[in-house]
């Protein structure tokens, strides 16, 4: 079945520096992939999106480039701030299929 | 626009009670979902609706679960002789064919846990 796959691990980084959490998927079909973010004592937020292969999608200075070749959904930031702690979770839908797959999230620490 | 909210946002409660949560999607939202999310993992399927009909559901929606959406808005998810392992976030989506891409809309989610 469709899943994804994160990268094991809390990210502990400093303030300004460039944050990359790796994402990868496996799929039957031509899925939409997504990068959503949940702020402490807050609900799941879309961060960005991508529909189709080398499609980037960005938002908040967040990008993730959806590559086919790799089934990677990567998410870099060139300069966090503290206010970007927060757990990030990579997710798919497939075509037709109505349901999020999501992976099992990262938890992303910056200190001033 | 004020969001997807659920209700209750916390509940705490003894192992075999049932219990049941609230869900109002965003308005003119057709598509409703439910997930289940326990600590440190993502946010697992549950079950979905479109409008009133419950189109598809998780085996992990054992048969101790049941959700309803009656009138094609607002949902409820109930659990029957709730079990510790049913402790976790339950949280609701919608979404709106209309709006192209199938991007969901979660609420704040409603903690729960069975002593």
């Known amino acids: 079945g469709d899943s994804v796959t994160q990268m094991e691990g809390p990210v502990t980084?400093?303030?300004?520096?460039?944050?990359?959490?790796?994402?990868?998927?496996?799929?039957?079909?031509?899925?939409?992939?997504?990068?959503?973010?949940?702020?402490?004592?807050?609900?799941?937020?879309l961060l960005l999106k991508a529909t189709k292969a080398d499609d980037k999608g960005s938002n908040k200075g967040f990008e993730a480039t959806y590559r086919k070749e790799t089934t990677s959904f990567h998410l870099e930031k060139g300069s966090v701030q503290v206010s970007d702690s927060a757990v990030y979770f990579c997710a798919l839908s497939d075509y037709g299929n109505n349901r999020l797959a999501f992976g099992k999230g990262n938890q992303v620490v910056v200190i001033p | 626009d004020t969001g997807v909210s659920q209700d209750p946002r916390h509940k705490i409660t003894k192992r075999g009670q049932n219990v049941?949560?609230?869900?109002?999607?965003?308005?003119?939202?057709?598509?409703?979902?439910?997930?289940?999310?326990?600590?440190?993992?993502?946010?697992?399927?549950?079950?979905?609706?479109?409008?009133?009909?419950?189109?598809?559901?998780?085996?992990?929606?054992?048969?101790r679960f049941s959700a309803e959406r009656p009138k094609g808005s607002f949902s409820t998810l109930e659990i029957q002789r709730t079990e510790q392992g049913d402790s976790a976030m339950y949280l609701c989506a919608s979404s709106s064919r209309l709006e192209g891409l199938n991007e969901q809309f979660f609420g704040p989610g409603t903690r729960l846990t069975v002593l």
Do not use: M
């Open chain 1, 13 to 45: 980084l400093s303030e300004e520096a460039f944050l990359t959490i790796n994402c990868t998927y496996t799929a039957t079909g031509y899925p939409s992939l997504f990068w959503y973010v949940q702020y402490p004592g807050e609900g799941l937020q």
């Open chain 2, 20 to 63: 049941t949560f609230r869900c109002d999607p965003i308005s003119e939202h057709n598509r409703l979902y439910w997930y289940r999310q326990t600590l440190g993992q993502g946010p697992e399927f549950l079950t979905y609706f479109q409008n009133e009909a419950q189109l598809e559901k998780s085996r992990l929606l054992s048969d």
